[in-house]
T-cell receptor, first 112, second 114 residues
Framework: QQQVKQSPQSLIVQKGGISIINCAYENTAFDYFPWYQQFPGKGPALLIAIRPDVSEKKEGRFTISFNKSAKQFSLHIMDSQPGDSATYFC???????????FGKGTTLSVSS | GAGVSQSPSNKVTEKGKDVELRCDPISGHTALYWYRQSLGQGLEFLIYFQGNSAPDKSGLPSDRFSAERTGGSVSTLTIQRTQQEDSAVYLCASSSQGGRYEQYFGPGTRLTVT
């Protein structure tokens, strides 16, 4: 009930392509779903976040799609660039509102 | 302004020793979090402080782990009698209010227990 499952574990995309990372959760009480980007040696940084009252949120090249009935959400990176090469984590805010529950992460490599 | 800072950036200690890790949150942020990042377990929540409320300690893995936050600002995570499985990157984050607000992460402290 407290898990967030993320796939794939790693992803290789050509420059200009679309990167898609998927996450699923069990607890219907979760109501805040952020995506974090992490570069080696740095802490995670918020990329984009969504609440379950909307089905999609777009910021620049990054889009979250949210399917409340399926308890799934995904990150789409359009026109992927080498600078997007990083590890991406999906997360959900726990029921108490005190902590993020993270997926295991996806290592994205964008080849030029 | 300055982001979340953590010290030391790296710490190597012998098994059985105690260690203290420090976090300076963003000024004015009332919420502070500790997470642990390891290869096998990903990012795991440890503890949450919010203002003067009792902390949420539900993520602490054992009673060897403790944390305090003094004056609503700086926080220290203490690990007693360190074990090799404690080796990980310990990340601190802060947010302006509670968990539904953006959490800003520090660069982490890499702890290696030999």
């Amino acid at each position: 009930q407290q898990q967030v499952k993320q796939s794939p574990q790693s992803l290789i995309v050509q420059k200009g392509g679309i990167s898609i990372i998927n996450c699923a959760y069990e607890n219907t009480a979760f109501d805040y779903f952020p995506w974090y980007q992490q570069f080696p040696g740095k802490g995670p940084a918020l990329l984009i976040a969504i609440r379950p009252d909307v089905s999609e949120k777009k910021e620049g090249r990054f889009t979250i799609s949210f399917n409340k009935s399926a308890k799934q959400f995904s990150l789409h990176i359009m026109d992927s660039q080498p600078g997007d090469s990083a590890t991406y984590f999906c997360a959900a805010l726990n029921q108490a509102g005190t902590a993020l529950i993270f997926g295991k992460g996806t290592t994205l490599s964008v080849s030029s | 302004g300055a982001g979340v800072s953590q010290s030391p950036s790296n710490k190597v200690t012998e098994k059985g020793k105690d260690v203290e890790l420090r976090c300076d949150p963003i000024s004015g942020h009332t919420a502070l979090y500790w997470y642990r990042q390891s290869l096998g377990q990903g990012l795991e929540f440890l503890i949450y402080f919010q203002g003067n409320s009792a902390p949420d300690k539900s993520g602490l893995p054992s009673d060897r782990f403790s944390a305090e936050r003094t004056g609503g600002s700086v926080s220290t995570l203490t690990i007693q009698r360190t074990q090799q499985e404690d080796s990980a990157v310990y990340l601190c984050a802060s947010s302006s209010q509670g968990g539904r607000y953006e959490q800003y992460f520090g660069p982490g402290t890499r702890l290696t227990v030999t």
